[in-house]
């Protein structure tokens, strides 16, 4: 008995297609969705903080890749808290992640060593990892969508994707 497949390079052409999927857009439309949670939650004093959260997306190898950031140096301490008014206050637990914190006070200066100040640190005020947390779903979702959308467009089909 023989088995005879019929149509085989529609079907190839049509994997093809399924392959070359260009997720750059939603990847950039799921990093402005983080990016607008993490500037919400971003505590202001003066609004610098909040105004150097940006997204970033990049390809590279085949993958894309997206990223929400901030440059400003002072920004994991916010995130994460210092010393012992910050130990214990960041309730995010992340995989392969731990904190340390410094248990006494330390003293540091503004201007140049002409007076000091001196801290048991601040507590932890979390903005950009809740504002991933916050949207995991949202962003698989919009993958996912993607990806249906993707498929149905390039290989015909209905609602059985």
């Not at 607008?36 to 894309?64: F, M, W, Y």
């Not at 002072?74 to 995130?79: C, G, P, T």
Request: aromatic share 10%; hydrophobic share 30%; net charge positive.
């Amino acid at each position: 008995m023989g088995i005879t497949i019929k149509n085989t390079d529609r079907l190839l052409e049509r994997l093809n297609k399924i392959g070359n999927i260009d997720l750059k857009p939603v990847i950039t439309d799921c990093t402005l969705l983080v990016e607008g949670q993490a500037k919400e939650l971003c505590p202001v004093n003066i609004g610098d903080l909040r105004g150097s959260i940006h997204p970033e997306v990049k390809e590279q190898n085949n993958t894309v890749y997206g990223r929400v950031y901030t440059s400003k140096e002072y920004a994991s301490y916010v995130e994460f808290g210092t010393g012992p008014k910050g130990n214990g206050t960041y309730k995010y637990q992340i995989k392969g992640f731990s904190l340390s914190y410094r248990s006494t006070k330390w003293c540091y200066t503004k201007d140049g060593g002409k007076s000091f100040i001196w801290t048991r640190g601040q507590k932890a005020q979390p903005f950009m990892y809740p504002a991933l947390k916050k949207n995991k779903k949202e962003i698989k979702k919009k993958i996912n969508d993607a990806i249906k959308e993707h498929i149905v467009k390039n290989c015909g089909g209905g609602n059985n994707v």
